[in-house]
């Protein structure tokens, strides 16, 4: 058994670990969410060129689903929680929705 106050350390702080990645979850899923609503109010018109059209939408799809594949990339392959909480806090500034708040100039 062990005698020393660490483990129970240890046990205090899961609870607090698992609540700060529900809480990263429903950010990253309100990230999915913004990227769809700027997405579907963003809309180019005008693209002639089936290529040019495609990877318009080829982007537009990897913009709704970053968010997720940031959220579970780093759950599955970072171990430590430290680590964990800070590529989730530098997933949240990269990905941030920034078409929806400001908008996406007319050509």
């Given at each position: 058994?062990?005698?020393?106050?660490?483990?129970?350390?240890?046990?205090?702080?899961?609870?607090?670990?698992?609540i700060a990645l529900v809480a990263y979850?429903?950010?990253?899923?309100?990230?999915?969410?913004?990227?769809?609503?700027?997405?579907?109010?963003?809309?180019?018109?005008?693209?002639?060129?089936?290529?040019?059209?495609?990877?318009?939408?080829?982007?537009?799809?990897?913009?709704?689903?970053?968010?997720?594949?940031?959220?579970?990339?780093?759950?599955?392959?970072?171990?430590?929680?430290?680590?964990?909480?800070?590529?989730?806090?530098?997933?949240?500034?990269?990905?941030?929705?920034?078409?929806?708040?400001?908008?996406?100039?007319?050509?």
């Amino acid at each position: 058994m062990e005698a020393t106050g660490h483990g129970l350390h240890r046990r205090k702080r899961r609870p607090l670990i698992r609540i700060a990645l529900v809480a990263y979850g429903a950010l990253y899923l309100g990230y999915v969410v913004a990227w769809l609503f700027a997405v579907q109010s963003n809309q180019l018109i005008g693209i002639d060129d089936r290529f040019t059209q495609a990877m318009s939408q080829f982007g537009e799809f990897f913009a709704i689903v970053s968010p997720a594949l940031w959220f579970f990339a780093t759950m599955s392959m970072i171990r430590t929680p430290v680590a964990r909480g800070l590529a989730l806090t530098v997933g949240l500034l990269v990905l941030f929705p920034f078409p929806l708040f400001f908008g996406v100039p007319v050509q």
